[in-house]
């Protein structure tokens, strides 16, 4: 496997620990790659509310910066919505940055396909700060 990076000839990409194994969606590499020039680096905030249900129902979690474990900072394994306030984020399937990436920009996702996941299965959350 090769990372996003690597195949859309990125030169920098600022995801500290970012690893090599990385499995993106094809959607996901489609998208990063068509608004890389319109994002370059991100110097405002960063927020981002989570939700244990689709279109924005249940338990509302939020966050504001990089989460190596939704399951110890929420006692939440599964995103099932969520609504991108501020910035652009990569969602994990694994703990500590592990596993299939995907990455969300701002705007809604009303249900974990939106982000064309296969399961709602979250792991870790990192802010994607600068190409």
């Not at 990385?22 to 608004?35: D, F, V």
């Not at 405002?44 to 129902?57: N, W």
């Not at 910035?87 to 249900?111: D, M, V």
Request: aromatic residues 12%; charged residues 25%.
């Amino acid at each position: 496997m090769i990372c996003l990076a690597e195949q859309l000839n990125v030169k920098h990409i600022n995801l500290a620990h970012h690893p090599h194994n990385a499995q993106y969606t094809s959607n996901a590499g489609m998208k990063l790659s068509q608004n890389m020039d319109r994002m370059g680096k991100h110097t405002g905030s960063f927020r981002i509310r989570l939700y244990e249900r689709p279109d924005f129902q249940g338990q509302t979690m939020e966050c504001s910066d990089d989460c190596p474990s939704l399951f110890e900072r929420f006692r939440q394994r599964e995103v099932h919505s969520c609504n991108v306030l501020d910035g652009a984020w990569i969602f994990f399937e694994q703990p500590n940055f592990r596993g299939r990436q995907y990455l969300l920009e701002r705007g809604e996702y009303r249900c974990f396909t939106d982000w064309n996941a296969m399961h709602p299965t979250v792991g870790s959350i990192r802010r994607i700060q600068d190409f």
